[in-house]
């Protein structure tokens, strides 16, 4: 079991920045691929960014440049270091750990992000 705690949401204004933070409790955090998710309000829940043990990462498009995932194995944490941030990307952001392959994951609870004047 796996239990996810994200950090750092709040209200910026655009092209500020924001750093998530996503605690995993639980052993085993660095065989974990974690990744960050967001939903907006009537949309689907989308892939931001992702992190393998190996340290492969992957980006959707429209936030290339802009963020970057990392992860401290060591103190069981990934994070989104957000910056240049739109008024699109508001949404609530989600952690997720995945195991085995991804047969087997867990969610956080979610954070809000607002990027507004």
């Known amino acids: 079991q796996v239990r996810l705690v994200e950090s750092g949401g709040g209200l910026v204004q655009p092209g500020g920045s924001l750093r998530l933070s996503c605690a995993a409790s639980?052993?085993?955090?660095?065989?974990?691929?974690m990744g960050w998710y967001r939903q907006a309000p009537e949309k689907e829940r989308e892939l931001v960014a992702r992190i393998t043990p190996g340290g492969s990462i992957n980006y959707q498009d429209s936030v290339k440049g802009r963020f970057f995932i990392s992860r401290d194995n060591a103190k069981n944490t990934a994070y989104l270091q957000m910056n240049n941030l739109k008024p699109e990307d508001t949404a609530v952001y989600y952690c997720k750990a995945e195991q085995f392959g991804g047969s087997r994951y867990y969610w956080g609870q979610g954070t809000q992000v607002t990027v507004s004047s």
């Open positions: 639980g052993s085993f955090f660095s065989l974990n691929t």
